[in-house]
């Protein structure tokens, strides 16, 4: 007998040009068109200390999406991110600071100052794998900092530098609101960067790298080129971070950047999922959200119970900790990967089966 019930099976394409497609159905615009409309109006409906924490979920999730590039698409391993941080972030405050040009200028310069940088320590990459690279990247993170703390004369050593917020003419950025949506802005812009990266030939090139890197020089992939690429690539995106966190917090310091700095992004993109734009973000709003909500649970917790005030509050990295070690052994995938399987169920549902 005929089955009667009849549903979407998949979507399939034809042409080239219909692979091609950043937005291949109707349903996919209009989702898009959702999640914009939404972060436009998130201001409206929060406070302004929930806009502040957004504009830090939206910066993070620019750098692991950058660090996504690196490790998630191409496979290499990187513990300098927060180091790289340091290198947007004293760019743009000695640009705008030291030699007054505007931010706007030092932006872009900052991103590609620290893609050059990236793209340097990344040259071992062509010899180097796995732990060894995340060592030499390790390397990288104490060398940056080393000379960030010691060049006084131009990064003002220990003590830091002070910025101030952008401005366009007589506008000023001052607002956490008006920051949110420039930090929003510049997310948007790299999410299509990142999703349009992977269906070029250099995104195709990366993935081919990651997944065997013998074989894809064995097919005509140059190696060399495309590891050094990414790192610069990846870089990129973190020196844009590193720049617009600068000008929030109005601040850089050495101890900004620290290697702890690096771990969190490590976990933004383990947690959210290797290889997933999208798990990027949803990484970079957990980790960032993390120590406000075991926060609030032990402050509610010590109201019943103060004695284990201490003991709590030192409870809150061993519980980082933990959070990363429960994802890797009972979900590899990440949130990315949680939400696809959400995704499975309520389409196939009631027919699960």
Known sequence: ??????????????????????FGTVSGKVKIVVIVG???????????YWVGLLTLCAISAIGAIGLNILTGFTGQISIGVGAFLGVGGYTSAII????????????????LITAIVGGIFG???????????????????????????????VTGGTS???????????????????????????????????????RTRVGRAFLAVRDRDIAAQIMGINLF?????????????????GALLAHYTMIVSPELYSTTVSIEYLAMILIGGLGSVFGSILGAVFITLLPIGLGTAIDL???YFPDLNQLLSAFKEFAFGLVIILFLIFEPGGLAHIWLNIKKYFKLWPFSY
Not at 96 to 104: E, Q
Not at 129 to 150: D, E, H, M, N, P
Not at 228 to 241: K, N
Request: glycine share 6%.
């Open 1 to 22: 007998m005929r089955n009667i019930f009849v549903r979407e099976s998949g979507n399939y394409k034809t042409s080239y040009v219909g692979d091609m497609k950043l």
């Open 38 to 48: 939404v972060l436009l109006l998130v201001p409206l409906f929060t406070s302004n």
């Open 96 to 111: 705008t600071s030291t030699y007054g040009l505007n931010f706007w200028i030092s932006l872009p310069l900052a991103g």
């Open 123 to 153: 040259l071992p990459a062509l010899r180097l794998k796995g732990l060894y690279l995340a060592i030499a990247t390790l390397a990288a993170q104490v060398i940056i900092l080393f000379i960030i703390s010691r060049w006084t004369s």
């Open 160 to 198: 830091g530098m002070v910025l101030s917020r952008p401005s366009i003419g007589s506008f000023s950025f001052k607002s956490n609101t008006s920051y949110y949506y420039l930090s929003i802005a510049i997310l948007l812009l790299t999410v299509l960067y990142a999703t349009n990266l992977l």
């Open 225 to 241: 080129k495309y590891k050094v690429l990414a790192f610069a690539v990846s870089s990129f995106f973190v020196g844009l971070a």
């Open 301 to 303: 917790v010590t109201v």
